[in-house]
Structures are given as C-alpha cells and as structure tokens.
C-alpha cells in the first residue's frame, strides 16, 4: 500500500505483522522523540514499544543495541532488548515506509524535567553502573550512520547551510548565532587523546526510566532506554548531555533556559560516588567544561537545521516552520552554554572539592 494512502496506525500495523502474536494488538502514538516515532503496543500479556526509526540512523545500529543490552543484562542492568521478527532479524524493513523495530516494554515512567535533587542523584549513579558495566566489553560498534557527537563536522555542516542556503528567510538570525558558536569553540582545548569508552549517547532524562510517579518511587532510576546513539567516545560527552538535559529545569528557548546548580551538583555527587571506573585526571579535568561542549554542539546542530529543515521533529502547533522551531532550540542551548561557562567555576568545585579551579 501506498504510504499516503495508509493511517499511521495502520501503518504501525503492518509493521508489526512481522512478529507472530501481536493479532489484534491495540497501538497508541508516544509523544517527545525528536528523531524517532514510538508507539504503544498493547497486546495480551505483553506491552511492547514499537518504533519508526529516522533514516538517518545504520540499520547496524540494532546490532550495536542487542549486543549492549545482552552485555548489561549479564551485568544485572536493565536496558531495553529488541524483540527478533519472525524471520530472526532485529528489525522489520517496509522500504519507503521505514525500518521498524520492537521491544518490551520495561516497567517505569519518564519525565521531561528533573523533579529534586534526589531524582537527579539516582539518574547519575545508574548512568555510572551503565559505564562500568561495559567497561569490560571489548566488541565493535558500527557507526550510528551520521556524524554524531563531532564537534568539527557540526561546524563544517553549519558553515555547508549558511553557504548553500543563503536565500532562506532564517539565514540572517542562524548567522549571527553561528558566529557566536564559531568564537565559543574557537577557545576550546584539544581532547582527541581522552580514552573511549562505550557511552550511551544521549541521556537526556526522559531515556532514564523511573519506578513511579511519586516519591520515593520518582526519585528511583531504574533502567536507559533508547540506545540508538551508542558509542565509543570521551566520557565527558555522557555527562555533558546528561547535564544539559538534566539541570535545565526550563524550557528550550532562550528566556526560558534556566540551569539549577542543586541538580547539577546532586547528580555529579551520585554519578562520581557510583563509578567504578579509574579516571585519568584529564577525563576529571574534562567533567567541569562538559555541559558547555555539548550544549554549544547541540546548538550547532539546530542551527544548521534550522536552515536545512531535515532531521529534528519540530511542533506545528506553536511554530510556523520547523527552521523556526530549530532557531528557537538554537538559542536556548546557546543561553545554556552561557550559563555553563559563567559557572564553570562553581561547578569544577562540586565535581573536585574546594581547591579545584575552572
């Protein structure tokens, strides 16, 4: 059937006919993924999570998944493992409309915003049992299929959307913020010889997954969900994206950004306390600056979208165009970047003591 002529749940539907048992299945779309479509699938006995995954994403990546999961579960740590197809796969390809996969659903909520300083302690120490479970694991990860978490290519591409898109109506506002990103960078030390080691990817809280709604079950992390972005990378690009995530407890836009130096320093004290792994004093040193790369990365990256109109999801109901939608995140990583830096400072010294310095 042709894809515009098909209801999405439909569409859900005949994805999910390559798994045996899943027969009159009730599905309901999942909001707050910016690059992929999830859905609820309710089936009896069984609650599973299907998802439409952005083409931008190797189909590799469901290798680099199962292989992870099936890893931390040895471990005792709960991840979310995919469910083979009938045909053994980890996925099932409809071509024009996308690859699909499924998996059970673990038990525990999500939430957008940070809720206390103890919510944000649990989340770290889970992120650190996360990091030393695979410190052990020596495998090969295939490339999530786009430059990820790759400061030089995010400036190249943005530089590539200013010059190729310079009729677009945005170009004069997204060139002022590249040249602030641009000056920001420009002052960055080298990191290229950080060890790697296997990240998650993208913690942004609402992959973290917590007991319940309320306390004390809210403040209890239990599980990481969607390892789409797994890596080996420098550890301070985790944290980083945790942090930006974790310790804005504002919006996405500019006036709205607000950095909370409790969250901050209660999740650095349950992450650091948590980890079992031996740090070199550069990848300590590189935790204080952390929150600044990645948030003026993830502003680059909006940035060049918001003239490309290509990869996030964006919100039809409050903006009139996704580039509008993405200049807006542009900016606000851009104020949480500030934010950061002013408090470098402050923050080194939760991380290290009081004799650190920024």
């Not at 992929?36 to 469901?62: K, M």
Request: glycine content about 8%.
């Amino acid at each position: 059937m042709d894809e515009s002529q098909e209801s999405a749940e439909q569409r859900v539907l005949r994805a999910l006919a390559a798994w045996s048992g899943l027969d009159g299945a009730q599905v309901a779309p999942l909001d707050g993924g910016l690059i992929n479509q999830s859905w609820l699938v309710a089936a009896p006995g069984c609650e599973y999570i299907a998802q439409r995954v952005h083409g931008d994403f190797s189909p590799g990546i469901h290798q680099n998944i199962q292989a992870v999961s099936r890893h931390l579960a040895g471990r005792g740590i709960s991840v979310a493992q995919l469910v083979e197809t009938d045909a053994g796969t980890l996925f099932s390809d409809l071509g024009p409309s996308g690859r699909w996969r499924l998996m059970k659903r673990l038990p525990g909520v999500t939430f957008r915003k940070c809720q206390s300083a103890a919510q944000a302690s649990s989340a770290g120490a889970l992120v650190a049992k996360f990091h030393g479970g695979m410190a052990d694991w020596e495998g090969e990860l295939v490339p999530i299929g786009f430059p990820f978490h790759d400061m030089d290519q995010h400036l190249a591409d943005l530089s590539r959307a200013l010059a190729d898109r310079a009729e677009h109506p945005l170009h004069a506002e997204v060139k002022e913020v590249a040249e602030r990103i641009f000056s920001a960078q420009a002052s960055w030390p080298s990191r290229a010889l950080l060890p790697r080691r296997v990240l998650h990817g993208d913690l942004k809280l609402s992959n973290v997954l917590f007991a319940g709604l309320a306390p004390p079950e809210r403040d209890r992390a239990e599980a990481l969900i969607d390892l789409d972005t797994i890596s080996r990378l420098p550890l301070f690009y985790d944290m980083g994206d945790a942090w930006r995530s974790w310790c804005n407890v504002g919006g996405e836009g500019p006036e709205e950004v607000r950095l909370d130096s409790e969250i901050f320093h209660a999740s650095a004290e349950g992450y650091l306390s948590a980890l079992k792994l031996d740090l070199q004093s550069e990848e300590r040193d590189s935790l204080a600056p952390a929150l600044e790369y990645v948030s003026l990365e993830l502003c680059a990256r909006f940035a060049a979208d918001a003239l490309c109109e290509s990869h996030f999801a964006w919100d039809p109901t409050t903006f009139p165009s996704a580039g509008e939608h993405n200049l807006y995140r542009a900016l606000g990583q851009l104020s949480l970047h500030d934010q950061a830096r002013e408090t470098r400072g402050e923050r080194a010294r939760s991380l290290f003591g009081s004799g650190a310095s920024a």
